[in-house]
């Protein structure tokens, strides 16, 4: 009986104390991992000032179901590890209810079993590597894949005349590696022909043995689906080598290093990616002077992707009415027709994104439109 009473006692005092909680159950806590700092922090800042913009502009309009979105992003520094730990924190002491990143494939697919098995769902802005969403059904991306992307690029060397491409991987990300595979499907099933296969890793800065290489096997242009910081050194110690054709990118090339340390080694080089903020539509031109505004830059695509990627999120807990993890996940997955900074944005059954990608060229100091290639 005493004990029964103390046991009363303790309840009620429970119920007088002030919970500390309490005011932070009125904010949703959303969680960001990014490459704030390190080889790839381009990737990571730039999407974080997107997803920061959209966040902001949610809050600002009254947030969601009443409540704020709290933010909460962590800097993986560009490291392998990090992500997994990051997203453990994220998830077991911020309690976030979804889990926005990472730009890097390699670093989304090691965060994102992580998310599957906790059931947090995790839309990744950037990650372009198909094995991402194949994770798992709570894992989702807002951009087009690989497949498309290494089409795309196929398609447009040909297009061009050329017929022997070199290529160039970055064997220390699953971006480059599967980028170059489903490049060279596309290219030597369409009569085109892959005269050297020359490997580098994430950090390499001397890539004159594979160029010379290169250079020997005459190539009409050379595909190097790797990351700007790499992809500058390597245009520039191509020129120094006498190389003069045309290099080939994917959207791993976007960063702002990139045209700084290649100066002119790219010009008339071409690469695909998401996004133009030379687009003349209403929407580009606000979200362009908005993020100016705010941040005195021009958005690149892992702004735009981070932008788009936090308010489809903001959408579907909307949508949901609630942030339940079954319920928001249903949400995500029934996202249509979303009218993004990059694209109309619809997730298909594999819960990735099936949108244009835009071609641009190196000229004038900077990137100019070529074409958008539909899906
Ligand atoms: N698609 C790249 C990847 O999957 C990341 C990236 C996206 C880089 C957009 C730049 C711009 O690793």
């Given amino acids: 009986m005493a004990m029964l009473r103390s046991l009363l006692v303790a309840g009620a005092l429970t119920l007088l104390i002030p919970n500390p909680n309490a005011a932070a159950a009125e904010e949703i806590p959303i969680g960001e ?16 000032k997107g997803t920061e913009l959209a966040v902001e502009e949610i809050n600002a309009a009254g947030g969601v179901l009443g409540k704020k979105l709290k933010l909460i992003t962590e800097d993986d520094q560009s490291q392998a590890g ?15 209810v979804a889990v926005l990143g990472e730009v890097a494939s390699s670093k989304s697919l090691e965060a994102a079993p992580i998310c599957q098995q906790n059931k947090i769902p995790m839309i990744t802005p950037a990650s372009t590597n198909p094995k991402v969403t194949e994770v798992g059904d709570y894992i989702f991306r807002i951009c087009f894949i690989d497949p498309f992307q290494g089409t795309v690029m196929a398609k447009f060397a040909r297009s061009k005349g050329w017929k022997k491409i070199a290529v160039l991987t970055d064997v220390k990300q699953d971006y480059s590696v599967g980028l170059a595979e489903f490049f060279v ?85 071409f690469f695909s990616c998401h996004f133009s903020a030379d687009e003349q539509s209403p929407d580009t031109r606000n979200f362009v002077a908005k993020f100016k505004a705010k941040h005195g830059e021009i958005p690149d695509d892992m702004a735009a992707l981070g932008y788009d990627s936090a308010m489809i999120l903001a959408d579907a807990i909307r949508r949901a009415g609630t942030t339940d993890s079954a319920k928001l996940r249903d949400a995500i997955a029934a996202t249509t027709h979303h009218d993004g900074i990059t694209g109309n944005i619809t997730l298909d059954s594999a819960r990735n994104a099936s949108k244009p990608a835009v071609i641009l060229t190196v000229g004038n100091g900077g990137f100019q439109f070529v074409e958008t290639v539909a899906p």
Wanted: hydrophobic fraction near 35%; charge should be positive; avoid cysteine.
């Fill in 185 to 269: 499907k596309d290219f030597t099933a369409n009569g085109g022909e892959i005269v050297r296969d020359q490997k580098y890793s994430t950090g390499d800065k001397d890539f004159k043995p594979q160029l010379t290489s290169i250079k020997a096997a005459r190539p009409d242009a050379i595909f190097i689906p790797g990351y700007y910081a790499e992809v500058a050194l390597i245009a520039k110690q191509a020129r120094l080598l006498g190389l003069k054709v045309p290099l080939l990118g994917g959207d791993g090339w976007v960063g702002d290093s990139l045209l700084k340390v290649a100066g002119h080694s790219l010009d008339g080089s």
């Fill in 33 to 48: 991992y990014a490459s704030l700092t390190g080889g790839s922090a381009s990737f990571g800042q730039s999407s974080h």
């Fill in 82 to 96: 990090q992500p997994a730990t990051i997203v453990r924190k994220l998830i077991s002491q911020d309690k976030v």
